[in-house]
């Protein structure tokens, strides 16, 4: 995300994820203040299936 960040025309947040597969974890950069923010929480698959599907979605929009 630091790396994209760099690039001009970037939006003014960027979002990230980190997985396992079956383990995932989201962040957020804000450039302008110069900090990624982490989710407190994290989601498993199968069980979270829906709240990651509605968090991607999210992601896209």
Not at 14 to 19: E, N, Q
């Amino acid at each position: 995300m630091i790396a994209l960040a760099m690039l001009d025309g970037t939006p003014d947040h960027l979002y990230g994820a980190v997985t396992i597969g079956n383990l995932w974890i989201f962040g957020v950069l804000d450039i302008a203040a110069q900090s990624i923010t982490q989710d407190i929480g994290s989601y498993t698959l199968p069980d979270d299936l829906e709240d990651l599907v509605r968090i991607l979605v999210g992601i896209l929009e």
